[in-house]
Nanobody, 113 residues
Framework: QVQLVESGGGLVQPGGSLRLSCAVSGSIFSRNDMAWYRQAPGKERELVARITSLGNTNYAGSVKGRFTISRDNAKNTVYLQMNSLKPEDTAVYYC???????WGQGTQVTVSS
């Protein structure tokens, strides 16, 4: 059974930065894609970024150039570096293991002055 544990959310001012982490256990982490999703109040969950086992990445248009997804296979951890944050980035962010559609518990990110 795959387990995902996110950390790193919080309150930040517009223009600030945060780094989310997701520790994964119970899977062959290095061989599989990982992803970050987010869900804002009243909206559907949406893909933010995805990284393949080879390190290839893709991003939602709204975060491209501001967010960076990366992975450390030695630590079974995936990261989301978020820069130049905007109020519209406010959401609960979820780590996802797409192979089995397993999800973390979510971490709140609030961008507000």
């Amino acid at each position: 059974q795959v387990q995902l544990v996110e950390s790193g959310g919080g309150l930040v001012q517009p223009g600030g930065s945060l780094r989310l982490s997701c520790a994964v256990s119970g899977s062959i982490f290095s061989r599989n894609d990982m992803a970050w999703y987010r869900q804002a109040p009243g909206k559907e969950r949406e893909l933010v970024a995805r990284i393949t086992s080879l390190g290839n990445t893709n991003y939602a248009g709204s975060v491209k150039g501001r967010f960076t997804i990366s992975r450390d296979n030695a630590k079974n951890t995936v990261y989301l570096q978020m820069n130049s944050l905007k109020p519209e980035d406010t959401a609960v962010y979820y780590c996802c293991y797409p192979l089995t559609w397993s999800w973390g518990q979510g971490t709140q990110v609030t961008v507000s002055s």
